[in-house]
């Protein structure tokens, strides 16, 4: 990971717990008597309660299914680390390459560049056998 891209998460991160912190405060803060955070007071009646349960049991409902779809996911991760991939895995070394099409178009070239590539790596020690 690049770590402009986790500073730039850590202050988007910050940024977005202080917004949502703070959203709260100034609009409690807003009323002078503060009566708003008395215990058993209620403001807008029973249309604004309905609507605070009903995302209440949304917000339950997305977690269960959330936690129920971690758990398979898991169940799943782990079963798969339990098979057997047929080889050993152990000092295998692989490389993807994506050549750029306009420097790489002709076979020649791509020929060229990849025999240059397993030169080098038969070049390291301790490979045995790189496969063409």
Do not use: H
Not at 17 to 43: K, Q, W, Y
Not at 68 to 74: Q, S
Not at 95 to 115: D, H, I, K, N
Request: aromatic share 6%; proline share 5%.
């Amino acid at each position: 990971m690049d770590v402009r891209v986790l500073l730039f998460a850590v202050a988007l991160t910050a940024l977005t717990g202080i917004a949502f912190g703070l959203a709260p405060v100034l609009r409690a803060g807003a009323s002078p008597d503060l009566d708003g955070l008395r215990e058993g007071s209620r403001t807008g009646g029973g249309q604004r309660s309905a609507c605070a349960r009903l995302l209440s049991l949304a917000e339950i409902v997305a977690s269960v299914v959330l936690l129920v779809t971690a758990g398979l996911l898991i169940r799943a991760l782990l079963a798969i680390q339990a098979i057997d991939p047929g080889f050993k895995p152990d000092g295998v070394l692989t490389m993807r390459t994506e050549l750029p099409m306009p420097e790489y178009r002709a076979v020649v070239t791509r020929e060229a560049f990849y025999s240059r590539v397993l030169q080098e790596v038969r070049a390291f020690a301790g490979v045995s056998r790189p496969a063409t």
